[in-house]
């Protein structure tokens, strides 16, 4: 199996990530980020999780209107990268996944407690026989 990847558009959507976590946590403390990176089911996973995060939209509003910083990061560096899904402690006890970028309609799905906010950069393995 081969996997290429652009890995300037996939540095620019990191920086995205990581401004987005330090605009939040200006006037809070210090963010905790954590990075993973694994494969699983013939798909790579980059995640970038902030560990003392909570999103600041809510789960509704995130499927209606991304905003435009989401939306920017999507046509500009994810589409035709990856699929890119958020997980995320929305507040007031609420913890969803939502699938921001893959060729769907935005979903979410209720998870149980979750810490954080975390960006899943999906790759999927295409086999070429």
């Known amino acids: 199996l081969e996997h ?38 013939q798909i790579v996973y980059f995640s970038i999780h902030h560990l003392n995060g909570v999103y600041s939209k809510s789960i509704e509003n995130t499927i209606e209107r991304l905003g435009q910083t989401y939306t920017s990061l999507i046509k500009n560096q994810i589409n035709g990268l990856c699929n890119l899904r958020l997980k995320a402690n929305f507040g007031n006890e609420k913890y969803a996944e939502i699938n921001l970028w893959d060729g769907a309609d ?8 979750f810490e ?5 950069f999906e790759f999927p393995k295409i086999y070429k026989p």
């Open 106 to 113: 935005k979903t979410a799905v209720k998870v149980p407690y």
């Open 116 to 120: 954080g906010v975390e960006h899943f």
């Open 4 to 41: 290429f990847v652009d890995v300037e558009k996939l540095i620019q959507a990191y920086e995205k990530i990581i401004e987005l976590i330090i605009d939040y946590n200006k006037v809070i403390e210090k963010p905790k980020v954590k990075l993973n990176y694994y494969e699983e089911n």
